[in-house]
C-alpha cells in the first residue's frame, strides 16, 4: 500500500503509522530506519528491508522485539510468517513481539 506521507497545503500529511492503522495493517516493511522507529513507536512491528545489507541509508537502527532487518524479499516473508505464527499460538491481546531470531534456511 502506498500513501501520502509527505503532505502539501491541499493534503494533509499522513504518517505512515496512521497509514497502517486506516487499513488495519500491524506490520510495516519500509527501507527507511525514521518510518520504523516511528511504526514500533506507534505498536506496530516493522521489518527495516536492507538488500543484501547495501542500503547505507539505513545502518543507524538496531532490531529490538519489535522492528527487525530483511536482507532479501524471502527472509522478509520468513520473518512476517514466523510472526503470524507467533500472534496466532499466543493468548488474544499477548505481546506482538518477533519470535527470536532463527538462522536462514
Known amino acids: 500500500h502506498v500513501g501520502n506521507h509527505w503532505g502539501t497545503d491541499a493534503v494533509a500529511r499522513v504518517s505512515k503509522p496512521e497509514m497502517c492503522k486506516r487499513i488495519n495493517a500491524s506490520v510495516l516493511i519500509d527501507d527507511s530506519s525514521v518510518y520504523c522507529v516511528e511504526a514500533s513507536q506507534h505498536g506496530l512491528n516493522a521489518i ?24 532479501s524479499w524471502p527472509e522478509a516473508v520468513r520473518l512476517l510468517l514466523a510472526l503470524r505464527d507467533a500472534q496466532a499460538s499466543s493468548p488474544a491481546g499477548a ?3 518477533f519470535p527470536p531470531s532463527q538462522p536462514s534456511s
Open 48 to 71: 527495516l528491508f536492507d538488500l543484501d545489507g547495501a542500503y547505507g541509508w539505513n545502518q543507524d537502527c538496531s532490531d529490538t522485539s519489535s522492528r527487525v532487518r530483511a536482507r
Open 95 to 97: 505481546d506482538r513481539s
